[in-house]
């Protein structure tokens, strides 16, 4: 009994010591960062249109290239039904519209054949934004009875040609540059040059020449027949609208110009064979 005793008492110390011994923490793996739940995927919402400003009483001065006239007529149309403002334009080919803008000093917007006939009256230009690409090409009769596949062909023999003025339209630069760049200036059969490019399809579907360098949209199925040209493609321009220094109105002025990027003008350009620019 007594050689338990000792025993007993170290088995009791013992006990007692790991008792008092603070017990290790348990192992645990660091919690990862919290990751925010991704938001829910959802479609674009549609751009919301707001409604038109009512600017009855208010007018706009406008000068554009006479090629344009078909569907910037409805443009200007559908911008005065929305908003009440009265729209008056100008029509007339580049150096007659330049002239006037130089002289008189007034209107709010040139609509340009080409964003180098904005150049010369490029001191009161306050902005220019690129609305469509200007297209032009060779249409001849329609069958294309002297078989014209591109402007090389222009120079034949008894292919008679009619262009516009290059003296006071973008077609009319376009078409010379071409007879340069193709070596045919010296020989191809000018007839004569038009003020406009719609002048140039009446000539030809009146028989007064069997082809003509044209503006694309200006060409109908009556009138004419467009050859399928890929040369012709070097040559595209842009149409931008110019808003003027002198613009007398600027409420006016700022809502035809977020009118002119609408679905509705586009829509308008499109129509006529215009293609949107890039």
């Not at 904005?118 to 069958?143: D, M, N």
């Amino acid at each position: 009994m007594k050689k338990t005793l000792p025993l007993l008492a170290a088995l009791l110390l013992a006990l007692l010591a790991a008792g008092c011994s603070p017990a290790a923490p348990a192992e645990t793996t660091p919690a990862a960062p919290a990751t925010p739940a991704a938001p829910a995927e959802t479609a674009p919402a549609p751009v919301e249109e707001t409604a038109p400003a009512d600017l009855t009483g208010h007018t706009l001065m406008i000068f554009c290239g006479a090629g344009m006239k078909d569907p910037f007529a409805q443009i200007a149309q559908a911008f005065q039904d929305q908003t009440g403002c009265v729209v008056e334009v100008s029509y007339a080919n580049a150096a007659q519209i330049q002239t006037q803008i130089n002289t008189a000093q007034e209107g709010d917007f040139f609509i340009a054949g080409s964003e180098q006939e904005v150049k010369p009256v490029a001191e009161l230009v306050e902005s220019s934004t690129p609305l469509v690409r200007h297209i032009p090409v060779i249409a001849v009769q329609i069958g294309n009875p002297l078989g014209i596949t591109g402007p090389a062909d222009l120079a034949g023999e008894g292919v008679r040609v009619v262009i516009g003025d290059p003296e006071a339209t973008p077609i009319g630069k376009i078409a010379v540059q071409v007879f340069a760049d193709f070596g045919i200036s010296d020989t191809v059969n000018i007839l004569s040059n038009t003020a406009t490019a719609p002048a140039m399809t009446t000539a030809l579907a009146a028989d007064e020449c069997d082809a003509i360098l044209v503006w694309k949209e200006n060409v109908n199925d009556q009138q004419g027949e467009i050859v399928d040209c890929p040369e012709m493609e070097a040559y595209i321009k842009t149409i931008p609208a110019a808003r003027l220094t002198c613009s007398a109105d600027e409420a006016a002025a700022d809502a035809f110009s977020a009118f002119l990027n609408s679905q509705t003008a586009w829509d308008i350009w499109t129509s006529y064979g215009y293609e949107l620019a890039e």
